[in-house]
Each structure stands twice: as structure tokens, then as C-alpha cells.
């Protein structure tokens, strides 16, 4: 209802039956506006207080729960690194032992101390480390590789007779034959190896190493008669 003077107002009317009478009541228009109004910003202002506290509860829990859980990943990854790096050593130091024990296995054919293998392997690294100025692909793996690869040159002397092998005066021409097979014969023994495992750089490195290390620099060797860098590094 529009009372011109006072503005618009709301009205509400109820018949009172008792009485025959009817009960009005009315309110502005502009004082319910400026009622919901206060009502309104009172309650924004209480839920922005509220959601920054709550926000910033929640962020220094979360803050909290964070750092724990970095410093968990951190030591649960500390704790997964000594585990691998102790596996790693101890399948390293198995390798090595195995690689070892298959060149003494060929040593002991004509070589009573075994310590052959163990000199070949000194004199592979002493002329790697000479070499490794002047060639970019011997680094420190490279060095351990010929270390342990240098070890298995003659494995393939297993399938020489051994009156062949522990011969004691000159060869045949037949005989030396024979003997000039040991390198084909380790590097097919490798080869079976290294198809098990995947083509590891040793053991294709131990590959070279048996089938060229009778190989010359000017080609009087074998078994192919290779010469200068025709023949592998490792070897």
C-alpha cells in the first residue's frame, strides 16, 4: 500500500472473529530493505571471519601434514638409497667373483698359481688409464669394465685338449691349429652368456676381449688377422 507520505509499505491483515474486527499491520518498505541490509552484512561479514579462520586453520594443517610427509619421503628415500647402493655393492662383488672364478677355471689349465688372469688384469688397467686422455670413451666405467672383461681373455682354452694345451715343446702346425681356436670358441661361450643377460657392456666387452686379443697391430695375429684400429680398444 502506498500511503503518499510515509512511502510503500507492506501490510498484513487478519480477521479477528470474535470481535468482527480485523487486525492490520504495516511496516515501510525502506525500514525492511535497511533491516535485511544489516542483517545481510552482519552475517557476510561473520562467514568471511569464520572462512578465514577456517581457511587458515585448514592451510597450516595442511602446511603441517606436508612437512611431515617431506621429511617421511625424505627419509624413507634416504633409507631405499643405502638398501640399493648395498645390493648394488653386493651384486658387484658377485659379479666380480663369478667373473674371477671362470678365468681361473681356464688359468689352471696351464698355469699352476692361477695369477695370470689377476697380472692381465693389472697391465688392462695400468694401459687404460694411459690411454684415457686420448680416447673419450674410457672413463672410470669403462676402466672396471676391462678390469673384470680383461680377466675372461681365455676362457675359451677349456675346450683345448689338454695335450695340446700342456704341451711341452713346439706345436704342430695341426696343434697350433687347435689352439688357434680358443678366442672363437670364448667368444661363442660369452655370446650364449651375454644373449641371457640382455647384452651387459661387461660381458660384450669380455666378448672382444676373447675373440681379439691374439689380434696384431700389424695383422700377423688371429684369429681374423685384424690390423691397427681395426682391432677393438678392449682388446
Same mark, same amino acid.
Given at each position: 500500500?502506498?500511503?503518499?507520505? !510515509?512511502?510503500?509499505?507492506?501490510?498484513?491483515?487478519?480477521?479477528?472473529?470474535?470481535?468482527?474486527? /480485523? #487486525?492490520?499491520?504495516?511496516?515501510?518498505?525502506?525500514?525492511?530493505?535497511?533491516?535485511?541490509?544489516?542483517?545481510?552484512?552482519?552475517?557476510?561479514?561473520?562467514?568471511?571471519?569464520?572462512? &578465514?579462520?577456517?581457511?587458515? #586453520? %585448514?592451510?597450516?594443517?595442511? +602446511?603441517?601434514?606436508?612437512?611431515?610427509?617431506? /621429511?617421511?619421503?625424505?627419509?624413507? =628415500?634416504?633409507?631405499?638409497?643405502? %638398501?640399493? *647402493?648395498?645390493?648394488?655393492?653386493?651384486?658387484?662383488?658377485?659379479?666380480? !667373483?663369478?667373473?674371477?672364478?671362470? +678365468?681361473?677355471? !681356464?688359468?689352471?689349465?696351464? =698355469?699352476?698359481?692361477?695369477?695370470?688372469? $689377476?697380472?692381465?688384469?693389472?697391465?688392462?688397467?695400468?694401459? &687404460? *688409464?694411459?690411454? /684415457?686422455?686420448?680416447?673419450?670413451?674410457?672413463?672410470? +666405467?669403462?676402466?672396471?669394465?676391462?678390469? $673384470? &672383461? @680383461?680377466? $675372461?681373455?681365455?676362457?675359451?682354452?677349456?675346450?683345448?685338449?689338454?695335450?695340446? $694345451?700342456?704341451?711341452?715343446?713346439?706345436?704342430?702346425?695341426?696343434?697350433? &691349429?687347435?689352439?688357434?681356436?680358443?678366442? #672363437?670358441?670364448?667368444?661363442?661361450?660369452?655370446?650364449?652368456?651375454?644373449?641371457?643377460?640382455?647384452?651387459?657392456?661387461?660381458? @660384450?666387452?669380455?666378448?672382444?676381449?676373447?675373440?681379439?686379443?691374439? *689380434?696384431?697391430?700389424?695383422?700377423?695375429?688371429?684369429?681374423?688377422? #685384424? !690390423?691397427?684400429?681395426?682391432?677393438?680398444? @678392449?682388446?
Amino acid at each position: 500500500v502506498d500511503f503518499s507520505i !510515509a512511502g510503500e509499505h507492506y501490510v498484513s491483515t487478519k480477521p479477528l472473529t470474535s470481535s468482527g474486527m /480485523r #487486525l492490520l499491520v504495516h511496516q515501510p518498505v525502506s525500514g525492511i530493505q535497511s533491516a535485511a541490509s544489516t542483517v545481510t552484512s552482519g552475517l557476510v561479514a561473520r562467514m568471511v571471519g569464520t572462512g &578465514a579462520v577456517v581457511l587458515g #586453520l %585448514t592451510s597450516v594443517g595442511c +602446511a603441517v601434514l606436508i612437512l611431515r610427509h617431506t /621429511r617421511a619421503i625424505r627419509c624413507w =628415500n634416504g633409507e631405499l638409497e643405502r %638398501t640399493v *647402493e648395498s645390493r648394488t655393492g653386493q651384486l658387484r662383488a658377485s659379479r666380480e !667373483a663369478i667373473v674371477f672364478a671362470l +678365468a681361473k677355471l !681356464a688359468d689352471y689349465r696351464d =698355469n699352476e698359481t692361477g695369477q695370470h688372469v $689377476l697380472r692381465i688384469s693389472k697391465y688392462a688397467v695400468r694401459l &687404460a *688409464e694411459e690411454l /684415457r686422455p686420448a680416447f673419450p670413451e674410457i672413463d672410470s +666405467a669403462w676402466v672396471e669394465r676391462v678390469r $673384470l &672383461a @680383461s680377466m $675372461l681373455h681365455d676362457i675359451g682354452k677349456v675346450e683345448v685338449p689338454d695335450a695340446v $694345451l700342456r704341451k711341452p715343446g713346439k706345436l704342430t702346425e695341426d696343434e697350433f &691349429a687347435v689352439i688357434r681356436r680358443h678366442p #672363437l670358441a670364448g667368444a661363442d661361450t660369452l655370446l650364449a652368456v651375454s644373449g641371457k643377460l640382455d647384452r651387459d657392456p661387461l660381458i @660384450s666387452m669380455a666378448v672382444e676381449v676373447s675373440l681379439y686379443h691374439h *689380434e696384431k697391430w700389424d695383422g700377423a695375429g688371429y684369429p681374423y688377422g #685384424l !690390423a691397427g684400429e681395426d682391432i677393438p680398444l @678392449s682388446a
